[in-house]
């Protein structure tokens, strides 16, 4: 088993020192899902929920969180990113939305946990702007479904969970 990276030889965590790391390009990508009523879904679909546009505010705080992500996860290094995007995608199925997200940067470390923030805190806006047409909503499934890039190389999900 590898070495923790985050942890120093007495335990303690600490930032990984990238600066000998080479730079390249690097994306991630990753998804998740919240489910709700038919209801609340048509709601929003038909973007009649009272607090707005529900789907164009998720998109946009998926897109803010992923540039805020070394702010909210105490070991992440503030990165550039170059790119940052959020789908949402209607499954009457779950009933609800599926969510995922990507972000790309070309240096010394991944941009794994940008992907995964946009991603969870697009569902959480979902949920805030929703939750009038239903409490009982559920965010599930939020996982990393591919990595591109770095020393460690390309990474790419099986089978969703």
Known sequence: MNRLTHADEAGRARMVEVTTKGESARTA?????????????????????????????A?????????????????????LLTDVGVDIEIDRELPGLRVS?????????????EALTAVTVALLTIYDMAKALDRGM????V???????????????????
């Open 59 to 79: 998109r946009i705080a998926g897109i803010m969180a992923a540039k805020k992500t070394a702010e909210l996860i105490p070991l992440c290094h503030p990165l």
């Open 29 to 57: 990508r990753a998804e998740g899902w919240i489910s709700m009523s038919a209801e609340a879904l048509d709601a929003v679909e038909g973007n009649v929920v009272s607090k707005g546009d529900v789907l164009g505010t």
């Open 101 to 113: 997200a990507w972000a790309s940067t070309k240096g010394p470390t991944g941009v794994e946990m």
């Open 138 to 141: 559920e965010i599930s499934g």
């Open 143 to 161: 996982h990393l479904t591919e990595k591109r890039g770095g020393k460690s190389g390309d990474w790419r999900r099986e089978a969703a969970p």
